[in-house]
Each structure stands twice: as C-alpha cells, then as structure tokens.
C-alpha cells in the first residue's frame, strides 16, 4: 500500500498523501518537429518500452530451440501481470477514494465560508442601529450569553450526533451485505463514527466514575451506552466479514486476490490509526504526569485501545492451515487397528493436491500482502510445516500398518516437498541438522555376525526374499532388541509467535521420521538376517561353481552382495535419513557375512591343530617351533589346512577378494549416496567400538574380507605343507643314517618335493584368477622355505663335505620350480634365506661363522640363536670349547640385533 486515505471526519488523526501531478515541460523536454505537432510525453515513454520489450524478446528467442519456451515465458508473464494488476488496483481504488474524499471536505469548507459571511452581515446590522450605543455596556452579558448558548448548541449536536449514531452504523454495515468489495469504506464509516463518539464516550465513562453511587445519574446515561454499544456491535460485524474474508480468499486461487488485497488495506490503514492513537495516548499520560494528577484525557486514552489488525491477520493465516489439511487429508489416516489401512497413495496424492494449492498461495495470495510482512516466510510457509509434521506424526501412529513402500513413499514425497518449498524460496531440512540418525541397532550373534532369521511352521528358514516381497512387508514386524532412541515433537517448535518482526525460521526436520525409519530398519535386519541364513545352507550344500576360464567361485557371496545393493537402491530413495539407517545395517550384516565366511573357511571346531599334525614321522623328525605356530592366526591356518579341502580353499580366495572388492563399491555408493565422506566418519560413533578409529562404518567388514583373503592364501599354502607325503618328504631332508647314505643327498627328496609342489601349483593356476594366484603361490614358496629352514634346525646332524652343495641345489632347484609363478625379486627373497643358512653351515672359521650367523639374524630375528648352536653341534671340525666361545659371541651379537629392532 504506497498511499493512505484516511475517513473525512479523522483529518485532525489521518495525515492525506498527494499524488504528484502530471510531468510540466519544465520537467522534461521532448525533442519535435516544426511545424509538427509535438508528441505526447508520455508517448515517448510508451514507445521506448516497446522498443525495450522487443529486444528482450529477441535476445530470448535467438535460437531455434528457444521457441519451445514460449509457453514458460508466457506464463511468467501472465502471473507478473496479475500481481502487477493487483497494485494497480490497490493504489487506484485509494488515489480514487482520496480524491473523493478530498472533494468532500472541499464541499464542506466552501459551505462553511458562506455560512460565516451571513452571519457577520446579521452582527453587523444591529451595530448600526440606534440602539447600539447600548451594546458596549453590556459587552459582558453579551460575552455570557453568546458562551452559554455555543454549549447549549454543541451539546444538542453532539446528543444529536450520539442518538443518530445506531442508524449511520447500520447504514455502514448495510454496505456489506450485498458485496465485500466495500469494505474499505464500510471501515471508513465505522472509524469515523468511533472517532466521532470518543469524546462523548470518554465524558460518559468519566461521569459514570464520579457519580458511582448516584442511581440517577446511571440510570441517565444508560441509554447512551446503548448507543454507543450499537457502534462496538457493528465494529464486531465488520470485524467477522473482514477476517471471513482473509480465511476464505487464502486459498481460493486467482479469485481470492482482489479480496485479500481489500481486506489487506483495511489492515494497513487500521495499523497506521493504531500508530497515531499510541502517540496520542503517550502524550495524554505525560502531561498527566506533569500536572501530577489524575486527568479526565487519562480516561479517555482507556477506550484509545489498538486492535493489532496485524497481528489477527496472522492468526488467521495460522490457523487457516491446518483447517486447509484437515479437510484435505485429515480424514484419511485412519485409527491404529482400525478395519480399513491407510492408503498411502491415496495420502500422497492428497498431499500433492495439497502443495498445489501452496503454489497458488504463493502466486496469488501472497502479493496482496506487503512485502514487508514477508508473509509466505515468516508465517504461511512455518505453519505449513508444522502440519506436514504434524502429520507425519499422525503417520507415525499407523506405521506398523504401513508397509515398507509405504514408508519409502511417504520419505520419498517430504525430499520432494523440500525441493518445492525450495524453489518457493523456503529452506526446508531434508535431514537432521547433525546427520546423526535414531536408529535401532541390528541384532548380532556372540560372534558378530546377524544372527539368522526365524523358521516358518516346517522348522526351516524363511527363502530368500524378493526386493518386491520386502517392500510389501507389512504386519507383524518384529522390532531389534535393542532399544530405539526417540526424539519427543514436543522439542521442536515450528511457529512463530505473534510479534509483528519475526526473524528467520527453522524448517527443521520431523521428528517422525525417526520412527518411520526404525520400523523400517527393523524390517530390513530381518530380511538380511533371512537372507544370510539361507545364504549360508546354499554354501553348505551347493558345490563349488566353476567359471568359464576355469576359477572356482561361491556363488552365494554375489548374490549376497546384490541383494545388499538393492536394498541400498531402495533406501536411497527416502533420502539421507534411511540411507544413514540403512548404512547401520548393512555395515552390520557385512561383518556378520565376513564373520561367518572366516568360519567357513577356518574349518573352526572341527579339529584341533595337534591333529592336522598328527603324522608319527614327523612327530619324531619335525617339530615346529612355539615362536611361530603358537600364535592364533597361525593355528587358525593350520586348522583350516587340516579340515578345508583344498579347492574350497582356493575358491574362498577369489570369494574373499571379491567381496572385498564389492565392500569398497558399497563404501563408495554409500558416500555417494550420503554425499559425504564425513557422514560415513559419523556414523562410526553408532557403530561401536568394532569400528574405532576407521574412515567409515563399513571399513570394518572390508578389512575382514581382505584378512579372510590372505587367510585362504595362507591356508591353502599350508594344506599344501601338510600333505602328508609333503610332510613325509620334509622329514627326510638333511638327514643321514650312521652309514652316510641318505635319500637327500642324492636329490631324490628334493625331486619328489618339487614334483609334488608342482602339482599344486598347477591347481592354483587353474582354480585360483590370475591376479591372486601369484599370492598364493608366493605363499606356499614362503612356507616351503620356512619348513626347509625349520628341517635343517632340527635335522641336520653332521655336516659333511657333500652338504653344502646339495643345500645349493636345493636352491636351484626351488627356482626352477617356482620360476614360471614369481617374480624373480620375490624368488631371489626367499632363497636369500636358505643362502644365508648355507653360508652358516659353509663357514671355514669362527669368525666367518659369527658373520654369516649375523646375516641369519637381520633376515630371519624368529629364529633367535637356535641356528648358531645347531649347526656349530653339527660340526665336527671345531672343538666344544671354541663352539662356546662362538656361541657366546653369536649371543651377544643376537642381542644387540634385538635391541636394535625394539
């Protein structure tokens, strides 16, 4: 509302705004033709805009493509036109009322002027008189009497005007009765009659506070608060059409906006007459207070209330809104329990009708009001979200009836809420402000895994459910049993309060979401829990499946995998809140997959390691030291040796590694998904202290996986060292009977060792994909030279001149064998170890044997000084007093080693 016309009887209270004349020639020139006659000004204006509009036409429309948006920019257009319209509308209905106003008091004032002329021609006349001598010694009756007959008329006026007040406030209202468009002027009267009556009223109530026990007197000036009452009554009248008029017209589209407009002026006008009746009352109390006493002006100022127009709008708009989805969608949640389920489409549908009727707020109701009330911020937009919450709340009530789609749907529909409201200029929250999300914990196992689904009426476990089956889960879903951290919506305020300022508003998230998403998130443990139990009896009782290059594969783990990713999909579509809750989950039936494929392939409780050990040769001729088999994952090794077959083995190296790689693509999609990294981090404080001190709450399972890899490497090697002709064969080495022959001397052993690796070796590249192969061969070199070293230790009783260089060809002959599957710097590491122990069984003198026993030391530190005093007993040449003597030295020379490492 740029201008303000204020009601003809308030020109003392309501200052008038001129409108600016039209533009003279001296304020602008306009360049014309002689003898032409010179344009118009305003025609100047009109045909630069036209030429304006057609260049911006034309830069929009430069390129062919361009035309398909005619039909967006015209109704870009038509809408600016409308809002233009309706200031246009606003600010000539008050320019017109102001100048009617205006001729008005003009009329008055020349009646007045004329009224005053006849009346000094009568007082002349008589002072021409004879008698008019007399007049100036009775100059004071005169004064008393022209004094008391101005009261006696002023009071028959004001009387007058106070009996005829009931009949022009009738007259007023009966301007509304047949149509709301004049209710700026039905205010007007009314206002004008309030003013008019104010003193009146004002000398009444004081009266009737001088004269509280005189009976006469108020019964005298009961009849004239009837009259006044009658001006309150149609106040009260106006007041109901006036705020009918705003909750009828907010959403009633392109027809409501010119009655907005009407009422918003009503609005305008009455708060700035608030504004001057404040003023006025200020000034009222402080001359009162100079004076120090009480003013009959005091009371006046009590009927001087401001009635906060403004502020009644608002209320109105509040409350507008929930009445709005009440009567769209408030009939639709049915009660838990209830004969007929909620139907979530239907609520959504209701929902979308809902934002399009938001959307026409938003065009048409909106521009009626002042810019500075930033209504669709500051009030229509918070009430708006409070009723979504609200009603995600009343959602909330019936979720166990709803199932997962449902609830999927209605996450889905809130992230396209947001998006609206943000193209309508309102931050909505799409998730939590910290992204930290109330979720139930997945139930696991003592050993961490998830711990299996239920059994149907037979005893066996549920099949593996489809995606489709899971999103139409619906009654009787079991809860974790854990307990569901929950945010009370009483915690989160909405609204604004009643001031005129209101500062920025939280959009924030519904707290009743963090329901919905645990009732899913139970939902979706339970059906990975199903999953991975029959996951597990498919591993149990299919084979093995071979690819088509050969490899061998467990085909349960990628099925796993995809169910996992499908769920991850659908999660994805409620938005970060479920994608967060989902994140929990599968983290956790990761780890419980990893878990559970360890056991597997650790043969765990089938047999212990002293058995897989149990050949009586090697018992007697091969004891492998404490310092390197006693520890766990060397015995989990050597258990899955014993008790996993060799195939099944090397096929969980290719299932290891690959879920470990499909664990990084789920890290991935997950940040992805989530859109940061620092999400994943946060989530890990959920997670436990499984996942202390990781990047993210899935890395857990993935080192798991690439543990569970080396693992089946480790033990496939093993299972190859403990092949009990292998075994048999190591027992032989380095020995030799009290007559000087021995089978590994003359190369027989060694030959069948290697024919016999070979062998393996040839599965490994057979079953096992190129890529893991060289591990695992790396790994049964490693172990073939470790258990050579380990049978020199305990084996080799006399060395002889031949020894030495069958220790050489039993280097050479581990290179030819391993040759076509390492590389040649992974061999020359390994066999620099059986050197370095040749080089201490070749030494010529101690001191050669100190230095190669040194070199013993810094390659392989495990075997302490065991190797020193071996092969020093071994040697016949070098007498028992100098062996001491050396072995001191090597002792020495080990601790100085260890103390060098720590």
């Known amino acids: 509302m740029d201008g303000r016309e204020g009601a003809s009887g308030l020109e003392g209270v309501i200052g008038r705004h001129d409108s600016p004349g039209p533009s003279t020639s001296s304020d602008r020139t306009f360049p014309w033709t002689p003898g032409v006659n010179p344009p118009v000004p305003w025609q100047v204006d009109v045909d630069g805009a036209r030429e304006e509009a057609r260049r911006q036409v034309a830069q929009m429309l430069q390129r062919p493509e361009d035309l398909a948006r005619l039909p967006e920019l015209k109704e870009a257009v038509a809408a600016k036109l409308q809002r233009l319209d309706l200031v246009m509308t606003s600010q000539l209905e008050a320019a017109t009322d102001g100048t009617r106003v205006g001729l008005d008091g003009l009329q008055k004032a020349r009646g007045a002027v004329l009224r005053t002329r006849d009346n000094f021609s009568q007082i002349e006349a008589p002072s021409k008189g004879e008698k008019a001598g007399g007049l100036a010694d009775n100059h004071h009756l005169i004064r008393d009497l022209a004094v008391m007959r101005a009261n006696i008329s002023r009071t028959i006026r004001d009387a007058e005007a106070v009996v005829a007040l009931p009949e022009e406030a009738a007259r007023a209202i009966e301007l509304l009765d047949d149509d709301e468009q004049n209710l700026f002027e039905c205010w007007e009267r009314l206002s004008e009659l309030a003013q008019r009556a104010r003193p009146a009223r004002a000398a009444l109530e004081a009266a009737r506070r001088r004269a509280d026990n005189d009976t006469t007197t108020l019964s005298m000036t009961e009849p004239a608060a009837a009259q006044f009452a009658a001006i309150d009554d149609a106040m009260d009248r106006f007041e109901t059409t006036l705020w009918r008029s705003v909750r009828g017209s907010l959403f009633a589209g392109r027809g409501g906006s010119a009655a907005l407009a009407r009422a918003m002026r009503v609005v305008e006008e009455q708060e700035a007459l608030d504004e001057l009746l404040v003023e006025k009352v200020e000034k009222v109390r402080e001359r009162a207070v100079r004076k120090n006493k009480a003013s009959e002006e005091l009371v006046d100022s009590i009927i001087m209330v401001s009635k906060h127009y403004k502020r009644q709008v608002l209320r109105e708009i509040r409350e507008a809104v929930p ?12 009660d838990p329990g209830g004969e007929e389920a909620t139907n979530v489409p239907v609520v959504i549908e209701n929902l979308d009708v809902l934002m399009q009727q938001l959307t026409e707020l938003y065009d048409y109701a909106v521009p009626a009001f002042p810019t500075k009330y930033k209504i669709f911020e500051l009030v229509v937009a918070p009430a708006w979200h409070k009723q979504i919450c609200l009603f995600i709340d009343r959602l909330v009530e019936v979720a166990r009836d709803l199932s997962n789609a449902d609830i999927i749907a209605v996450l889905n529909w809130y992230q396209s809420y947001a998006a609206q409201m943000d193209a309508l200029g309102v931050e909505v929250e799409t998730e939590p402000s910290e992204s930290e999300v109330a979720v139930g914990t997945p139930v696991h196992d003592k050993n961490g895994g998830l711990q299996p689904g239920g059994k149907n009426e037979k005893g066996e476990s549920p099949s593996v ?11 009787g879903a079991v809860m974790t049993t854990n307990k569901i951290d929950k945010i009370s919506s009483d915690e989160v305020e909405y609204t604004i309060s009643d001031d005129e300022e209101g500062g920025d508003v939280q959009m924030t998230y519904p707290v009743g979401f963090y329901e919905l998403v645990n009732i899913y998130t139970s939902r979706m443990t339970k059906t990975v829990q199903t999953w991975s139990a029959n996951l597990r009896r498919m591993t149990t009782t299919q084979p093995l499946k071979p690819a088509e290059d050969g490899t061998l594969w467990t085909a349960s783990d990628v099925e796993f995998f995809r169910l996992l990713n499908e769920q991850l999909e659908v999660a994805m579509s409620g938005g970060k809140i479920l994608v967060s809750a989902a994140a929990m989950v599968i983290s956790s039936a990761l780890s419980g997959f990893a878990s559970e494929q360890y056991k597997r392939l650790s043969g765990e409780g089938v047999s212990s390691t002293n058995a897989a050990l149990a050949s009586p040769s090697f018992s007697r001729h091969f004891r492998t030291t404490s310092n390197v088999i006693e520890n766990a994952a060397e015995r989990a090794v050597m258990t899955a040796a014993k008790n996993v077959d060799y195939n099944v083995l090397l096929a969980g190296v290719n299932d290891a590694s690959r879920c470990h790689r499909l664990a990084l693509e789920m890290e991935s999609s997950l940040v992805d998904a989530l859109q940061s990294s620092d999400a994943m981090k946060r989530l890990v404080k959920k997670a436990g ?6 990047s993210s709450v899935v890395r857990p399972a993935i080192d798991m996986f690439l543990a569970n890899t080396e693992h089946c ?18 027992g032989q080495m380095y020995a030799v009977d009290k007559g000087g022959t021995s089978p590994w001397l003359e190369g027989e052993v060694t030959e069948t060792l290697v024919a016999t690796v070979l062998d393996y070796l040839g599965d490994v590249v057979q079953f096992v994909t190129r890529d893991l192969a060289s591990m695992v061969n790396e790994a049964v070199f490693n172990r073939v030279v470790k258990h050579m070293i380990e049978a020199c230790m305990k084996q080799l009783q006399t060395i002889r001149p031949e020894t030495v260089g069958r220790m050489e060809e039993d280097e050479n002959a581990l290179r030819e064998c391993f040759e076509d599957f390492l590389p040649s710097n992974r061999l020359d590491l390994g066999l620099q170890r059986l050197a370095d122990v ?11 044997f100190v230095l190669a026993y040194g070199l013993v030391v810094q390659s392989m530190p495990e ?9 020093l007993a071994a040697r016949e040449d070098i007498p028992r007093a100098t062996q001491r003597e050396v072995l001191e030295e090597c002792r020495e020379l080990l601790s100085n080693q260890m103390a060098i490492r720590k």
Not at 470 to 475: A, M, P, Q, R
């Open 863 to 871: 075997l302490g000084i065991e190797p020193a005093e071996r092969l």
């Open 465 to 475: 459910l489809s995606i489709e089956s899971f999103l139409s889960s619906t009654h």
């Open 689 to 694: 202290a499984a996942a202390t001190g990781k």
């Open 323 to 334: 009445e709005r989805f009440e009567m769209t969608v408030g009939s639709l949640v049915t």
């Open 838 to 848: 040749r080089d201490l069984a070749a030494a010529d003198d101690t001191e050669s």
């Open 713 to 730: 490497a480790a033990a496939a090697a093993a299972a190859v060292t403990s092949d009990p002709s292998v075994i048999s064969l190591f």
